[in-house]
T-cell receptor
Framework: EAGVAQSPRYKIIEKRQSVAFWCNPI?????LYWYQQILGQGPKLLIQ????????DSQLPKDRFSAERLKGVDSTLKIQPAKLEDSAVYLC??????????????FGPGTRLTVT | DAKTTQPPSMDCAEGRAANLPCNHS???????VYWYRQIHSQGPQYIIH???NNETNEMASLIITEDRKSSTLILPHATLRDTAVYYC??????????FGTGTRLTIIP
């Protein structure tokens, strides 16, 4: 089966600019996650969607970050305006909600953002 | 905060078994132990998970102590492609994954 797709793979912007990332999960996966991974750290969950509803956005900096999953399939994550500390890899993951599944998450390759 | 403790780095000779330890002394009865790994420039990849019994799949084996306060991930015949950061995570059901800093495993030729 096709994996989680993300684009772009790399992005360089100046501080105060805006940027958007796109994610297409594995077909049929109802749950979609966005993570931020700063160099040298493990991924940190930013937001979790169940279909097109938000389950957890407690660690999303809502003054500058926004995310949507309008049709319950693909998703976009936006940063506006970007700060230097937003430089990180942004990972998208998806999981199936079938009963009895292991709840394993499948990750995309990530988007590496550099803010200068 | 991560509920697990792992050594920051380990080396293993190619072809030998790699044994990665994880301490989770505060684990509760309904929390599973999950292992993921992240190869350089890729997203994390699920390896294996277990509750109390030892588990084995095509990638690895998971040994959980009887008191469940620690576990060991075993890669039976490590190859260079197993060089990665390995994350041990405890979670309940579909609770969110909380990653620590993991163990950086280097396979030595």
């Amino acid at each position: 089966e096709a994996g989680v797709a993300q684009s772009p793979r790399y992005k360089i912007i100046e501080k105060r600019q805006s940027v958007a990332f796109w994610c297409n999960p594995i077909s049929g996966h109802a749950t979609l996650y966005w993570y931020q991974q700063i160099l040298g750290q493990g991924p940190k969950l930013l937001i979790q969607f169940q279909n097109n509803g938000v389950v957890d956005d407690s660690q999303l900096p809502k003054d500058r970050f926004s995310a949507e999953r309008l049709k319950g399939v693909d998703s976009t994550l936006k940063i506006q305006p970007a700060k230097l500390e937003d430089s990180a890899v942004y990972l998208c993951a998806s999981s199936s909600d079938r009963w009895g599944s292991s709840y394993e998450q499948y990750f995309g390759p990530g988007t590496r953002l550099t803010v200068t | 905060d991560a509920k697990t403790t792992q050594p920051p780095s380990m080396d293993c000779a190619e072809g030998r078994a790699a044994n990665l330890p994880c301490n989770h002394s505060t684990i509760s009865g309904n929390e599973y132990v999950y292992w993921y790994r992240q190869i350089h420039s890729q997203g994390p990849q699920y390896i294996i998970h277990g509750l109390k019994n030892n588990e084995t799949n095509e990638m690895a084996s998971l040994i959980i102590t009887e008191d469940r306060k620690s576990s060991t991930l075993i890669l039976p015949h490590a190859t260079l492609r197993d060089t990665a950061v390995y994350y041990c995570i405890v979670r309940v059901g579909d609770e969110k994954l909380t990653f620590g800093t993991g163990t950086r495993l280097t396979i030595i030729p």
